[in-house]
C-alpha cells in the first residue's frame, strides 16, 4: 500500500476511548494521519501498551512508517478539597490557600505544591479552574499566601492553578512522567513531548534521561518558555504550541502572534513544529466544524508548520474520522492555493555566509528543483539529518526520504514535506541514483522521462555528511 499524500503538512491525531479499535485506527490513518500521540495523562500501561502494538502491526500491514509521539502529561498544579461543595468566590473577598490537606471552604483551600509558595511575592497573580478565577497575593510566606479575588466565581475541588508571572523551581517530569517515560522509550517511542517546559534546563534534564532512544518535543505552553524561545528551539527536536495553556497564562490576543513567532523560530532553526489545541474542537460533537476553526487550521499551513494536531477531536470525540478527513481536505486546499506557495516563499529563510556544506547542498537543491520542475527530491539518510535539512527548505516538490533505518524513517513522518521510506543501504553514487529512479516511480512520485534531484552524504552511512547533489532522469 503506497498511501502517498497530496500534501505536505502532516497531521498528528491522539487516540482514545473513541479511537481504540483496530477498525478505527487503520480508517483514521488511510483518511491521513501521519503520526499518531499517546497521551500519557490518561490511560493505563496496558492501554499504550495495547496501542504501540495496534500502531506497529498496521505500520507491517500497509508498509508505510507510522510515527508515535508519547505525550507526558507534566506537573499538575491543582487546589485540594472542599468540605461542603463548590464554593462560590466573590470579588474584592479574601481567600487563604495553604498546605493544610484539611477541607476547605469560602475562606481558605488546601493547595499542596510548596514550590509555588516558594516562588510568590505580593502581588503574584493566581489563576485557577483554567484562568476562570484571578487571585492576587497580598501576604505570603512558605506556607501559606493571603490572597484578594480579582475576578470571582464558582471553585470546585482539584482545580488546576496557573502561576503566570513565575518561573517556579520545579522539574518539567514528575515520578509519573519519569515511569511514563520508561514505558514510552521501552516500546519504542519515536517522540517524546515534554510538558511544563520552562527553562532550557528543563530540556536537557529530559535529554540526559532519553539519550537519542527518541526525539523530544518541546510543548510550549509557559510565558517563562518563550522568553527563552530560540534557547529552547535550539536544544530541542521539535516544538508544539500548546495554545491552550498559552492562553491560560497570558492574554488571548497575544496568542497568535506568538503562535508565528514560534513557527518562524523553527523554520529558521529547521526544527519540525506542531500547531495544537483546540483546532477543530466543535467536531467533538459536531460532524462539521466551524468555519473560524477552519481557518484557524489554515492558517497554521499558510505560516508554514509541520503538523497540525487534533487532541479531544479523535480522542474521544463523536466524529473522529470526520476530524481527520476535515483536517486533510483542508491542508490540501490551502496547499493547492497559489498564495500558498508565495507566502511560504516570501517566509523562507536564506542561507548565510559561513553556513555548514549540508546547508549549502540543500539550497543548491531547491534552486534546482525551482529550475527544473523536478518531480521530487529523494533524500539519503541514516540519521535524518538530510531530509530534515531539505525539509527546511520548504522546496516545491515533495522529499522523498530513503533509509535503512525504521527507527528514523519513524521519525521523519513528522516532517513538512517528508515521505519516508525503509530501503536497503546504498554504497554508490550510481547505484543511489538507480534506487532513486525506482522507488520514485513505485511510489508515484515520478514518471518514467521526469528529473528528480538527489541529495546524500558519501561516505554513505555517515550521519551528518550531506554533501553530494545528483540530478538524474527517471
Request: aromatic share 4%.
Amino acid at each position: 500500500m503506497t498511501l502517498r499524500r497530496n500534501r505536505n503538512a502532516k497531521i498528528v491525531a491522539t487516540l482514545g476511548p473513541a479511537s481504540s479499535s483496530r477498525e478505527m485506527v487503520r480508517s483514521l490513518f488511510i483518511a491521513g494521519v501521519d503520526v499518531f500521540r499517546l497521551n500519557f495523562s490518561h490511560g493505563s500501561a496496558a492501554d499504550h501498551r495495547a496501542r504501540f502494538a495496534m500502531l506497529r502491526e498496521l505500520e507491517t500491514e500497509t508498509g508505510r512508517s507510522i510515527g508515535i509521539l508519547a505525550d507526558l502529561q507534566g506537573p499538575k498544579l491543582r487546589v485540594g478539597t472542599f468540605a461542603d461543595g463548590p464554593v462560590q468566590l466573590v470579588e474584592g473577598a479574601s481567600f487563604r490557600l495553604d498546605l493544610d490537606p484539611a477541607p476547605g471552604n469560602v475562606q481558605r483551600a488546601g493547595m499542596p505544591h510548596p514550590e509555588i509558595f516558594a516562588a510568590l511575592v505580593p502581588g503574584t497573580q493566581l489563576l485557577l479552574d483554567d484562568g476562570k478565577l484571578r487571585l492576587v497575593v497580598e501576604q505570603c510566606g512558605p506556607d501559606f499566601a493571603q490572597t484578594r479575588v480579582l475576578v470571582g466565581g464558582k471553585l470546585s475541588e482539584r482545580k488546576g492553578v496557573n502561576v503566570p508571572d513565575v518561573v517556579l523551581p520545579i522539574t518539567a517530569l514528575t515520578p509519573k512522567d519519569r515511569r511514563d517515560l520508561a514505558l514510552a522509550l521501552e516500546l519504542g517511542a519515536d517522540w517524546i513531548a515534554l510538558s511544563f517546559v520552562q527553562r532550557p534546563e528543563d530540556v536537557a534534564e529530559a535529554r540526559a534521561l532519553i539519550g537519542d532512544r527518541a526525539l523530544i518535543v518541546s510543548k510550549l505552553e509557559k510565558p517563562s518558555a518563550i522568553d527563552r524561545l530560540d534557547e529552547i528551539v535550539a536544544l530541542s527536536d521539535g516544538v508544539m504550541v500548546a495554545r491552550g495553556d498559552l492562553g491560560v497564562e497570558m492574554p488571548a490576543e497575544r496568542v497568535p502572534a506568538i503562535q508565528k513567532h514560534i513557527v518562524g523560530a523553527c523554520r529558521r532553526l529547521g526544527k519540525p513544529v506542531i500547531v495544537a489545541t483546540q483546532m477543530l474542537e466543535s467536531m467533538i460533537d459536531s460532524p462539521v466544524p466551524t468555519r473560524a476553526e477552519a481557518s484557524d487550521v489554515a492558517t497554521a499551513i499558510y505560516d508554514g508548520a509541520d503538523a497540525v494536531m487534533l487532541s479531544a477531536e479523535s480522542a474521544s470525540g463523536k466524529h473522529p474520522l470526520a476530524a481527520v478527513t476535515m483536517m486533510n481536505r483542508i491542508i490540501e486546499e490551502v496547499e493547492g492555493d497559489p498564495l500558498y506557495r508565495q507566502l511560504i516563499n516570501a517566509s523562507h529563510t536564506m542561507a548565510r555566509p559561513g553556513g555548514d556544506v549540508t546547508e549549502a547542498v540543500c539550497c543548491a537543491m531547491r534552486r534546482a528543483v525551482a529550475l527544473l520542475q523536478a518531480a521530487a527530491i529523494v533524500c539519503y539518510t541514516s540519521s535524518g539529518h538530510t531530509s530534515l535539512r531539505a525539509a527546511r527548505e520548504r522546496p516545491e516538490s515533495p522529499v522523498l526520504s530513503l533509509t535503512p533505518r525504521i527507527e528514523t524513517a519513524r521519525r521523519l513522518a513528522l516532517v513538512w514535506g517528508v515521505h519516508s521510506v525503509h530501503v536497503p543501504d546504498v554504497f554508490s553514487a550510481e547505484e543511489m541514483a538507480e534506487v532513486a529512479s525506482a522507488v520514485a516511480k513505485q511510489q508515484r512520485f515520478a514518471q518514467s522521462g521526469q528529473f528528480i534531484v538527489a541529495i546524500a552524504g558519501m561516505p554513505f552511512g555517515t550521519p551528518g555528511a550531506t554533501n553530494l547533489i545528483r540530478i538524474a532522469t527517471v
